[in-house]
């Protein structure tokens, strides 16, 4: 039962352009909502995170807004580099469950 | 580097066998949580234990267990293996101290069941 629907599957972008990424979750109860960043045979590493009570969070290029009343959330990508290239992985987490849900994932290029 | 160890980092066995995943946390984490990763199912959580106790599962299967020893290293074992167990297995650890719950993947086993 997916729990957290990620969008779009893949995306290709311009470098110096802006990348989105949008997740949209179901349950209420989630309290923290962290973005992984994969790259080809690596494990997943976490990006950035935040939680429900504060609605935009950046560090250096990369920016997670937050929507409660929507129950989405977003990871912007600005100045994209080919770098950035990977696959993003929004996630959720409850801290009763301690389960971290994750999206299916997008697979974004940054081309030259 | 995340600090998480894994082994093998590849696995090739057949059908029916057994194998056995294992992985070191972070110095100082606590828990230690296993993930599934396949194309069709996306990253999928099994199983966490903390401190030597199981905390939370996922959708991991009867033929699945793991366990985690005191020096907080943790293993998954895997058995009666069908072609479908294919998959990437990821580790990850996390402190757990407060609301610090940032979880720190290991590198993974390729698990190819032939």
């Known amino acids: 039962q997916q729990q957290v629907k990620q969008s779009p599957q893949s995306l290709i972008v311009q470098k110096g352009g802006i990348s989105i990424i949008n997740c949209a979750y179901e349950?209420?109860?989630?309290?923290?909502f962290p973005w992984y960043q994969q790259f080809p045979g690596k494990g997943p590493a976490l990006l950035i995170a935040?939680?429900?009570?504060?609605s935009e969070k950046k560090e250096g290029r990369f920016t997670i807004s937050f929507n409660k009343s929507a129950k989405q959330f977003s990871l912007h990508i600005m100045d994209s580099q080919p770098g950035d290239s990977a696959t993003y992985f929004c996630?959720?987490?409850?801290?009763?469950?301690?389960?971290?849900?994750f999206g299916t994932g997008t697979r974004l290029q940054v081309f030259p | 580097d995340s600090g998480v160890t894994q082994t093998p980092k590849h696995l090739i066995t057949a059908t029916g066998q057994r194998v056995t995943l294992r992985c070191s946390p972070r110095?100082?984490?606590?828990?230690v949580y296993w993930y599934q990763q396949s194309l069709d199912q996306g990253l999928q959580f099994l199983i966490q234990?903390?401190?030597?106790?199981?905390?939370a599962k996922g959708n991991i299967l009867e033929r699945f267990s793991a366990q985690q020893f005191p020096d907080l290293h943790s293993e998954l074992n895997l058995s009666s293996l069908e072609l479908g167990d294919s998959a990437l297995y990821f580790c990850?650890?996390?402190?757990?101290?407060?609301?610090?719950?940032?979880?720190?993947f290991g590198p993974g086993t390729r698990l190819t069941v032939t």
């Open positions: 990850a650890s996390s402190v757990e101290e407060g609301e610090a719950y940032e979880q720190y």
């Open positions: 349950n209420t109860a989630f309290d923290y």
């Open positions: 935040i939680r429900p009570d504060v």
């Open positions: 996630a959720a987490l409850s801290y009763n469950t301690d389960k971290l849900i």
């Open positions: 110095s100082g984490d606590l828990s």
């Open positions: 234990y903390y401190n030597g106790e199981e905390r």
